[in-house]
């Protein structure tokens, strides 16, 4: 039975309080079961209790008790039962006698993930960090035959974005990763789990800081400037390889715990060619890459003895996203895949990216593959460029591929465009990529917009048709131009829509204030392709708004909700700025 049709049947049992086979937590608002903890209890359980007892108070008014110890008159629901031979975050629910059910999985996160899984079939979702929606009913109870058990395809989920400073709704999303510590996961809620993939040749190791003034010859050779410059190493030079050697192996003997290291490249395209070594790699094999797999291999070599366990991760980004020809990594050395595109689009769409993906996999002996993936414009996170429904696709294609996780870079600010439902689906989809993605991004929008989803489902369903093959992460006013600057009545549309919405909804406040902070993606948008919109509309009977209008009804919006960021590493009062000047936007 495919997974999504297992959970549908098992959420209509609960809802039959009149089933002979039922197993009652609650019944008519009184506790009908007590919640049983290890002894000592691992602080991840002692949350999966506190969260367990919080949501099934909400959901039914009643405090079920908590002890060490078998309640009598009540049946028991055991956390973090001990279970052997788990996968990485999977989870067990199983009622193991008419008294017994128990909740419990793989340490640390398998209990808490456990309780989550109970808590979504009893149609508990956690939207965003500011909306929920748990479901009100005096009566719980589950099928006396449950047993199920279940682990993520993906050891590694991360959605890196605006949600995920808040780390309670990242855990209740079932995303574990931290990389850049964002969310920063504490070791009560489960702890972060993330693989090291940042850039470290020369920034981490052999730091150009440190050395380039004194041996500039450890460092890039690059033809157009015909001198040494510190954006990379010289990766065959053999003073850097010993020096790099040390480094590692000093690393690895004050860190034992370590199980992957980074041996990136710098975020740079300026990679050596030098005639020393560096450029013969680069077209005997076909691609600066080959510099990277012969550096990282030259490190897991030289140390498998002493590191066995440890794993070295080399970025395939940019220049170095082609896998060298004939060359195999060595069996401590993984990829990490980047690469930027056109996200409106599938992987598997995207001819270059998918390729590129099996042929670093075929260079693998144990076939792993990590992902690096985006899901944003960078120079512009609030405009209006939905690209997330792609995303359930591209996990089955990760998942088909063997990827082992992935973080997927997403907008920031609280006002960027569709900023939660993004991080939201990806934790939905990476936890179980058979999922309907179309089903859950409709949940999310009646989930969240009340009143005004019907008109905001619209005006994505608009947007989305439009954007087909205009969505990257840059170029924002060429993306905007190709869809919008030509075609007024969609503008108008869409306005419309976006208004409907939030006049439905002047009596419920949280979705209100939703679609108020999406607003602010089509009034960018509209700031944007002002000129040629306002152009195509001389002499209709309806026009647009006037741009200043528009311009103080975004500024409104950013200042009520806080929006700290519109692009990387700059606020909105700049882009408000820079909208006021007569010359911002599509000239046509």
């Keep these: 039975m495919p997974p999504r049709t297992h959970a549908a049947t098992l959420l209509l049992l609960a809802l039959l309080p009149t089933l002979a086979t039922a197993w009652d937590i609650v019944r008519d608002h009184k506790p009908a079961a007590s919640i049983l903890l290890p002894n000592p209890t691992p602080p991840p359980v002692q949350t999966a209790a506190d969260e367990l007892t919080n949501y099934l108070f909400q959901i039914t008014g009643a405090h079920l008790p908590v002890s060490s110890q078998p309640v009598p008159g009540l049946k028991t629901i055991r956390l973090g039962t001990p279970v052997t031979n788990t996968k990485p975050d999977e989870i067990r629910l199983k009622i193991t006698s008419p008294d017994t059910l128990e909740l419990t ?7 808490l993930y456990a309780v989550y899984e109970l808590l979504d079939r009893l149609g508990c979702r956690f939207w965003s960090p500011r909306q929920s929606t748990i479901p009100r009913q005096p009566t719980i109870t589950l099928p006396d035959t449950l047993d199920y058990a279940y682990a993520p395809p993906f050891r590694w989920r991360q959605a890196y974005g605006e949600p995920s400073l808040d780390y309670r709704w990242a855990v209740r999303n079932r995303l574990n990763g931290g990389y850049w510590g964002q969310p920063n996961i504490p070791p009560a809620w489960g702890q972060s789990y993330a693989i090291d993939v940042g850039e470290t040749l020369t920034l981490r190791w052999v730091k150009s800081k440190a050395h380039f003034a004194n041996h500039p010859e450890w460092y890039a050779y690059r033809n157009r400037s015909k001198k040494r410059e510190p954006g990379q190493l010289c990766m065959t030079n053999p003073e850097v390889r010993a020096r790099l050697l040390e480094e590692v192996r000093d690393y690895l003997h004050k860190h034992p715990e370590t199980e992957t290291l ?7 395209d300026q990679y050596c060619q030098c005639t020393n070594g560096c450029d013969r790699l680069t077209q005997t094999h076909g691609t600066y890459a080959a510099q990277l797999v012969d550096m990282a291999n030259f490190v897991a070599s030289s140390l498998e003895r002493e590191f066995p366990r440890v794993r070295y991760i080399i970025l395939a980004y940019w220049t170095t996203f082609g896998a060298p020809k004939g060359m195999k990594l060595h069996p401590q050395v993984e990829v990490c895949c980047a690469h930027l595109r056109d996200f409106s689009r599938t992987a598997e769409e995207d001819a270059y990216y998918r390729d590129g993906l099996y042929r670093w996999r075929d260079l693998a002996p144990n076939k792993r593959l990590w992902i690096w993936d985006y899901n944003a414009c960078f120079t512009d996170f609030i405009t209006a460029l939905p690209q997330f429904r792609p995303i359930g696709a591209n996990m089955r294609f990760y998942r088909s591929l063997g990827v082992q996780g992935f973080v997927c870079q997403m907008p920031w600010g609280s006002c960027a465009d569709w900023v939660d439902l993004r991080g939201w689906l990806w934790g939905r989809m990476a936890w179980n990529p058979d999922l309907d993605e179309a089903r859950e991004i409709d949940s999310w929008i009646d989930g969240t917009m009340g009143s005004g989803a019907p008109y905001m489902k619209r005006q994505l369903a608009a947007i989305e048709a439009a954007c087909k093959g205009h969505c ?10 190709s869809w919008l600057s030509t075609n007024a009545p969609l503008a108008l549309t869409c306005l419309d829509l976006q ?7 002047v009596n419920e406040p949280e979705a209100h204030a939703t679609i108020e902070r999406q607003s602010a993606a089509l009034l960018d948008a509209l700031i944007r392709a002002y000129r040629p919109l306002a152009k195509r509309l001389e002499g209709a009977p309806r026009q647009l708004p006037p741009r200043a209008e528009l311009i103080d009804r975004l500024e409104a919006i950013f200042t009520k909700h806080k929006c700290s960021t519109y692009r990387e590493w700059d606020m909105p009062v700049n882009l408000i700025k820079a909208m006021r000047k007569e010359d911002f936007g599509i000239k046509e």
């Excluded at 999985?105 to 209990?111: F, K």
């Excluded at 990257?472 to 131009?481: I, L, S």
């Excluded at 208004?499 to 909804?505: D, F, I, K, M, Y």
């Design 105 to 111: 999985g793989d340490q640390p996160r398998g209990t």
């Design 262 to 268: 980074s041996l990136c490249g710098n975020d740079s």
């Design 472 to 481: 990257g992460p840059y170029a924002v006013t060429a993306f905007v131009k």
């Design 499 to 505: 208004n409907q919405a939030l006049a439905a909804t």
